[in-house]
Structures are given as C-alpha cells and as structure tokens.
C-alpha cells in the first residue's frame, strides 16, 4: 500500500537516528545559540554542547523559521504527498506557530499537531504517526490515532538545578514559587506537563528522593505500552532507574528505552537530570 502520509517534526522529539532514517521521518533543526556562535541542533555532538555550555555563554535556542518549514512542506507536498508536522509543546516555544504559519500555503497538504510534550514525548508521538502512515493509514485516522496517545502521556521530570530553567524564562509561571522554596529547604523539585505546560508536580529532600517518589507514580499508572527514561548527563542513574522501574512495573527491561536528551532540553534543564515517560495501555 503506497504511503500518502508523511510525517514531520522537530529536532527536539529525541529519536534515535536508524528510526528517523527507517521510517522516512523529515526532522526539521531547532537552533542553538552560544553568545555569537549559532548552530543548527544536531550540529554539536552532545559532548561538544556541554564543553561549550561550560564557557562564558549560557546556551540559548530558538525556534526554525517559517521558511524552513515552507520549504520542507513545499518539497513533500511536491511528491504528491500529505505532510502531518509534529511539534514540541507551544506553551514553550515558537515551533509549532512557525510550522502552522508555513502550513497555511499548502491548505488540507499539510496538518500541524501539538504534541503538548518535549523530548521522546514528541518523539513517541511522530514515531506512532510514522509507523501509521508506512501501514497506509489515512490522516484522520492517524490524528485520531495521536490525540489519544497525547492524552494518555505522563512525563515526570527531577531537576538537580532550577538555574536554566530559570534563565531561560520557560517556565516562569511557576518558577519563582518553586525558586524560593528549593533555596530555602536545599530540595530538588519534580515537574511534568499538564496541557504541555510545565508544572510543579513535587519536591523531594533528595534527588534520590525525587526519583523514588516518581517510581511511585508510576507503579499507579497500571499496565503500560511504553516507557522511557531520559536524562542530561546521568548515563548510570538512568539505566539504574530503568532498573527500578521493570522491577516495580513488570515492564519488560529491554524494552524501556533510556536517552540521553538532545541539546533542546538540556539548555533549559541543565545537566543532572532525570525524566521518566510513560503511556497507560489504551485504546487508539
């Protein structure tokens, strides 16, 4: 069955490169700035990134031009096809305005969706999308399809640090409360998304603490069709917590992908942290 849908998303899903490439999904680059340097995401290894992180400018990223995603949807849809973009959560960036300016040339060709998520939550969603388009299914389906894995999605996330988030300015509907209380008791605070907005959704006297107060979570959850750990840095605690999770959950271990994140979350988050995703068996 020919594919009419192709999928689209940005830099910042976190897929790995062999699924990207196998199941033809386009990746458009978020940009990263250092002071005057400027690199498309991707262009640094991740190593790199944080050597340069280290350096008098803190990292800054901005979201693809309108242009960018015009000439992406112009060449798909040139291959006759139908173009359905992914995007990271526009309650923190511009991505997904600038994908939905481009898309309004192309009028039914091309559809945008907030994802409502960052990182492999975005990733998960496009590769779902992906996997449904090379089975033939049609954009109806296939946004049916995403609006119930989107809505099943819980991402819990324990930051070492409040200090990029903070000068990056993402999350300032809660951060001054969150500020003074970590400042004041030495704590390590726990977010996720709710409605693709970050939140406060605990605190922990340690970050081990934090960790285990997510497994917790988890484990309430029920049966799961997917599991995910990310990180920044913590290579040892991730794989160690992956651990933890099959052990409480039952999950099969193999199958409880851990990522280290792409440069997008890490400069807002910093180095040092822990996120765990995961989805409830559901019905598409």
């Avoid at 699924?19 to 340097?37: M, Q, T, W």
């Avoid at 029920?222 to 794989?239: C, K, P, S, Y």
Wanted: hydrophobic fraction near 45%; glycine fraction near 8%.
């Amino acid at each position: 069955m020919e594919q009419v849908v192709r999928v689209a998303t940005d830099s910042s899903c976190d897929l790995p490169r062999r699924l990207v490439e196998r199941l033809k999904i386009a990746v458009v680059p978020l940009i990263v700035r250092f002071g005057p340097e400027v690199y498309q995401d991707g262009e640094l290894s991740l190593d790199a990134f944080w050597e340069r992180a280290a350096g008098p400018h803190h990292p800054q990223t901005s979201q693809p031009s309108v242009g960018t995603f015009e000439a992406l949807f112009e060449r798909l849809v040139a291959q006759g096809k139908h173009v359905l973009c992914l995007t990271i959560t526009a309650k923190h960036s511009g991505t997904f305005n600038a994908a939905r300016l481009a898309a309004q040339r192309f009028g039914e060709a091309v559809k945008v969706f907030d994802s409502l998520s960052l990182s492999l939550g975005l990733g998960l969603q496009a590769l779902a999308a992906a996997q449904a388009a090379q089975a033939g299914r049609s954009m109806q389906e296939i946004l049916a399809m995403l609006e119930g894995l989107r809505a099943r999605m819980h991402l819990m996330i324990i930051l070492d640090t409040l200090e990029n988030l903070r000068r990056g300015g993402r999350a300032d509907g809660f951060i001054a409360v969150v500020d003074r209380m970590t400042r004041a008791l030495n704590i390590k605070a726990i977010i996720n998304l709710v409605e693709g907005q970050l939140r406060l959704l605990g605190a922990a006297r340690s970050f081990e603490g934090g960790l285990r107060r997510v497994l917790s979570l988890i484990e309430r959850l029920g049966a799961l069709e997917r599991l995910a750990v990310i990180h920044t840095r913590r290579q040892a605690m991730a794989e160690e917590m992956a651990d933890w999770l099959a052990k409480r959950t039952g999950f099969p271990r193999e199958r409880i992908w851990v990522r280290e994140t792409g440069t997008v979350l890490a400069t807002h988050a910093g180095a040092g942290v822990i996120g765990v995703l995961a989805v409830p068996t559901g019905q598409y």
